[in-house]
């Protein structure tokens, strides 16, 4: 079975500056898809990033961009830039491409930006 | 529709009352997926639907849950015999087709008093 690990409970940072959330993952298959989702006090998960594992790039999306690395099975997730609105749970996620596909979550990062 | 949409958005129930959280997922999405968040924890995943069938039921915590769309649409989540511990928010999320980006409704808030 599929984990994903995502070792920070809580982060908190300065407007304006960056921050990396750290994600770990563990699978014995070859493709899959990765993703991040937000989470913030309305509890709308929203998706930030997506990967997909046969992909060498690290996906970009804006101030929000990743960095893969396949063989060390990590997917960290970096905001740059950071504004007060980014202030959300951040979710990790795991999407298998064979049999029933369905996402497998992390624990979540609480990260708060402050003014 | 234009999202995912959940309803009830919040429920009060008494413990041993039976209760039914409704998803109407985004037009033409085939895939349909309900997961369960207790309080500050992450999401844990109930069932997935195809189209009108399971395949995957694997996450539901009890016979006491079951769930069932009908006509590769709407889908309902039924409780019965609530009890404290089944409170939490039930977030329902569809996709175009496996594999494809998962969209989230805003779910429902379920306390068990």
């Known amino acids: 079975a599929q984990t994903v690990t995502q070792s920070q409970p809580e982060m908190s940072v300065q407007e304006a500056e960056t921050v990396t959330l750290s994600c770990t993952y563990d699978?014995?298959?070859?493709?899959?898809?990765l993703f991040w989702y937000k989470q913030p006090p309305s509890r709308q998960m929203i998706l930030v990033i997506r990967?997909?594992?046969?992909?060498?790039q690290n996906a970009t999306e804006n101030r929000f961009s990743v960095n893969f690395q396949k063989a060390a099975k990590s997917f960290s997730l970096k905001i740059s830039d950071s504004q007060l609105g980014d202030t959300a749970m951040y979710f990790c996620?795991?999407?298998?491409?064979?049999?029933?596909?369905?996402?497998?979550f992390g624990q979540g990062t609480r990260l708060t930006i402050n003014p | 529709g234009a999202g995912v949409s959940q309803s009830p958005s919040n429920k009060v129930t008494e413990k041993g009352k039976d209760v039914e959280l409704r998803c109407d997922p985004i037009?033409?999405?085939?895939?349909l997926y309900w997961y369960r968040q207790s309080l500050g924890q992450g999401l844990e995943f109930l069932i997935y639907?195809?189209?009108?069938?399971?395949?995957?039921k694997s996450g539901l915590p009890s016979d006491r849950f079951s769930a069932e769309r009908t006509g590769g649409s709407v889908s309902t989540l039924t409780i019965q015999r609530t009890q404290q511990e089944d409170s939490a928010v039930y977030l329902c999320?569809?996709?175009?087709?496996?594999?494809?980006?998962?969209?989230f409704g805003e779910g429902s808030w379920l306390t068990v008093v």
């Open positions: 999320a569809s996709s175009l087709d496996p594999g494809n980006t998962i969209y």
């Open positions: 699978t014995s298959e070859n493709n899959y898809y």
């Open positions: 990967q997909e594992a046969y992909k060498q």
């Open positions: 996620a795991f999407m298998t491409r064979q049999g029933a596909q369905k996402l497998v």
């Open positions: 037009s033409g999405h085939t895939a």
């Open positions: 639907f195809q189209g009108n069938s399971a395949p995957d």
